[in-house]
């Protein structure tokens, strides 16, 4: 059985269906909704993945998960300076394993 979902600015509804319920480029799917998330894709590959997602469940159900964690963390995450010479023996550190 399929869910009904429309993709609306990223957020679906119930008014396209998607058909696959199974994805068999999962691995690739996963490298494109990595790059979405960060901001790092393509045009070519968000024209690939958007045109993907209206047909394929599980790729829909992942982009939203992840989604959704990175802004459950975005907001729950609390930012704070990191002392310089923290960042001075890490980078040192770094060099010395390099």
């Known amino acids: ?3 009904p ?3 609306v600015s990223g957020i679906f509804s119930t008014r396209e269906m998607a058909t696959k319920q199974t994805c068999p ?3 690739e799917c996963m490298k494109v909704i990595q ?3 960060d901001g790092e894709a393509s045009n070519e590959q968000l ?4 045109q993907n997602l209206d047909q394929c469940l599980p790729c829909m159900q992942k982009y ?3 989604r959704a964690i990175r802004e459950t963390l975005r907001c729950k995450l609390e930012k704070k ?3 310089h010479d923290l960042i001075a023996n890490i980078k040192t550190k770094i060099d010395e394993v390099v």
């Open 81 to 83: 300076c990191v002392p």
């Open 47 to 50: 024209k690939h993945f958007n």
């Open 64 to 66: 939203n998960l992840e």
């Open 1 to 3: 059985m399929t869910t």
């Open 25 to 27: 480029n999962h691995a």
């Open 35 to 37: 790059l979405i998330l």
């Open 5 to 7: 979902v429309k993709k």
